[in-house]
Each structure stands twice: as structure tokens, then as C-alpha cells.
């Protein structure tokens, strides 16, 4: 991961989903729910949130999870896991609570093939340091998996059309930056959201790089005209 990372968002802990509602109206939420509802499909009984920062996606699996099923969050930020204690308060009946693991995604600490389920939302940019290191990453995830078991990512992508692109990339720098400093008085971690989201992948790139890290059946959906698209792999 980028230098210096986990301390940027140690410092952006506190405030963390508070800018992520300003910053996408909202949508945000909205579109987590989505991907936990086609994440879930598949059922099992053994899930995991990588990248789970303050676990608002592990929260979402729990309350969609039938009774047994053991939801785990995993982040390398032990700030950002801490916001999942208040979570746990409201977890669905019959379902143990969020069980939080501070863990390096590219070194998971689960034995392989113990998951029935992965998923990721909004810090597959932070993975990315070359399309290299993400294949790997996602080989990663493979390992973990039980066979049949599926990986779901949710992440900001390139609208196909160039105007949506450019007028994307444009609320980008103009928003993202000044509005995440005035919320959280963090101005690293804003200006870095501000670069890493322009030079993302669009989605059809994103599933190549699933294909070739191992997965199969890679579908994806694209939502806000393309600028965030959810993907749906098997192992």
C-alpha cells in the first residue's frame, strides 16, 4: 500500500463515514446495500470485509446474514477498526457480531479455502499500487476461498462516456480535496482520495484483472452513469 497510508487514515478515523455521506449525497450507502445484496446470494456460513475501515459493509452483511454466520472485518488501521464496536450493538438476532481482524489483505491469516464469501468496498484503489500487485492481491483472496465462494467489489470506476468521465473527474478536484479537509482537517488523506480516484480502472479493466488473478464468471454492474461499478466473481 502507498507510504504512509495507514496513518492517513488513522487521522481520518473520527470522521470517516461523516465525509463519505457528504461526499457522494449520500450515495455511498445505497450503494454498499447493493453489493452486500447480490454478495449474499450465494449464501454460506464464513464472510469477510477486507479493507473494512470502520465496517459499514460488515455491518451490512450481519444484518443480511441467516442465523450461524460468522462475519468477519479485517483492515490493517486499528483506528478505523475501533468504530466497529458501536456497530456490534445492533448486529441481527441469531448472528455473532462483527468479529474484527487487524490484518495485511496480501497476507490474509485464514487458512485456505475457510471463506464462503469476500467483499470490498471503496479501497480497491488503496490495493492497487501496479495492476501487478492487485492480481496478486486478488490471488490472494482465491486462496482463502472455499470453492464456489465469491469475491464482491465495489469501487469508483470510469464512465464509459467522455463527458460523464470528465465531468466525474472534475467534481473530483474541485469537491473532494477542500470538503474532506473541512470535515476531518485531514488535508493528506483528501488529496490523496482526489489523485487515486481519476487513475482507477474503468470497469471492464477491473474484470480482466479478476480473470487473471484466477477468478471466473466476473459480471459486473455499473451505477452513477459508470463511475462506481460493483463486481461479482466465483472461485
Known amino acids: 500500500m502507498p507510504q504512509g497510508l495507514k496513518e492517513i487514515f488513522a487521522e481520518v478515523a473520527p470522521t470517516y463515514e461523516r465525509v463519505n455521506r457528504v461526499l457522494t449525497l449520500g450515495f455511498e450507502r445505497r450503494w454498499r446495500r447493493k453489493a452486500v445484496r447480490w454478495a449474499v446470494e450465494g449464501g454460506g456460513r464464513r464472510w469477510l470485509d477486507v ?3 470502520t465496517g459499514e459493509t460488515a455491518e451490512a452483511l450481519v444484518r443480511r446474514a441467516p442465523a450461524g454466520t460468522t462475519v468477519l472485518a479485517a483492515d490493517f488501521c486499528a483506528p478505523m ?6 456497530k456490534n450493538d445492533s ?3 441469531g448472528v455473532k457480531a462483527i468479529l474484527p481482524v487487524l490484518a495485511d489483505v496480501r497476507r490474509l491469516p485464514f487458512p485456505d479455502e475457510s471463506l464462503d464469501l469476500i467483499t470490498l468496498s471503496f479501497a480497491t484503489r488503496n490495493l492497487n499500487l501496479s495492476r501487478d500487485v492487485l492480481t496478486s492481491t486478488f490471488r490472494e483472496f482465491l486462496r482463502v476461498l472455499a470453492p464456489g465462494g465469491r469475491f464482491v467489489n465495489v469501487e469508483t470506476s470510469q464512465p464509459r462516456s467522455r463527458l460523464v468521465r470528465a465531468i466525474f473527474h472534475l ?3 474541485i469537491f473532494v480535496k477542500p470538503v474532506g479537509f473541512r470535515i476531518s482537517k485531514s488535508m493528506a488523506g483528501y488529496a490523496y482520495l482526489a489523485t487515486s480516484i481519476p487513475r482507477f480502472y474503468d470497469a471492464e479493466t477491473l474484470a480482466e484483472i479478476l480473470r487473471d488473478a484466477g477468478f471466473s464468471e466476473v459480471a459486473k454492474k455499473r451505477l452513477l452513469f459508470g463511475a462506481v461499478a460493483i463486481h461479482r466473481s466465483f472461485k
Do not use: F, N
Not at 477498526?81 to 458501536?86: K, S
Open 171 to 173: 467534481y473530483v478536484k
Open 51 to 53: 479493507c473494512s475501515g
Open 91 to 93: 448486529r441481527a438476532s
Open 81 to 86: 477498526l475501533a468504530g466497529i464496536a458501536d
